[in-house]
């Protein structure tokens, strides 16, 4: 079978996950994590205990997002009704699941050219 390598012109895919982190471009980044179509950051969200406030860089960007897949560590757990509101408010429609289904779904919606942004707690 052959393998087509994907080019990616913008925000980059998830290679792996795991570990208390994630691996992009090749270089692992420890911590939770959210990519936007602009920015890679360290999202500042503590499991259990999410807060509006770790949503404000990602909102920032709304309107060059269309989805924002939520990855919320282990197992799916539900988004607090104020922070998925704000999101929604926004403009942006999201999707709550576990990290693994989030960062897979995120990098085959970032091969199709989707406008995706994802925030997920690292495993």
């Known amino acids: 079978m052959q393998v087509t390598e994907i080019e990616y012109e913008g925000p980059p895919p998830i290679d792996s996950y795991g ?3 994630f691996r992009l471009n090749e270089v692992f980044r420890e911590g939770h994590l959210f990519i936007t179509p602009a920015t890679v950051g ?3 969200v503590e499991e259990g205990a999410m807060k509006a ?3 404000v860089p990602i ?4 309107s060059d ?3 924002l897949l939520v990855g919320m560590g282990e ?5 607090p009704r104020d922070i998925r509101e704000a999101i929604e408010a926004a403009g ?7 990290t693994p289904s989030a960062c897979r779904t995120y990098n ?3 091969a199709e050219d989707r406008r995706v942004a994802v925030a997920v707690i690292a495993i």
């Open 59 to 62: 909102i920032a960007e709304a």
């Open 42 to 44: 360290t999202w500042q």
């Open 75 to 79: 197992e799916i757990a539900a988004l």
């Open 92 to 98: 942006v429609g999201v999707e709550v699941m576990s």
């Open 65 to 67: 997002i269309d989805v």
């Open 19 to 21: 570990g208390g982190g």
């Open 53 to 55: 406030e770790a949503f």
């Open 108 to 110: 085959i919606l970032l």
